[in-house]
């Protein structure tokens, strides 16, 4: 259950980004550094675990 209010229709991180366009760019920043930044996994595997960790979240994303 989200403890911030949400635009209807726009569940987790997304309904973040659309209520709150000001922290768009950073989240995206941050998202991209993690993602696809240098790392010993690769972007395949980095993908595949935050699939996973979203699922133990129930976050339909």
Do not use: W
């Not at 595997?45 to 976050?59: H, K, M, P, Q, W």
């Amino acid at each position: 259950m989200a403890h911030i209010k949400l635009p209807d229709g726009e569940p987790g991180i997304s309904g973040l980004l659309v209520a709150y366009r000001d922290t768009e760019q950073h989240i995206n920043g941050l998202t991209q550094a993690a993602m696809r930044g240098p790392s010993s996994l690769t972007e395949a595997e980095r993908e595949l675990i935050a699939a996973y960790v979203s699922a133990g979240n129930d976050c339909v994303f």
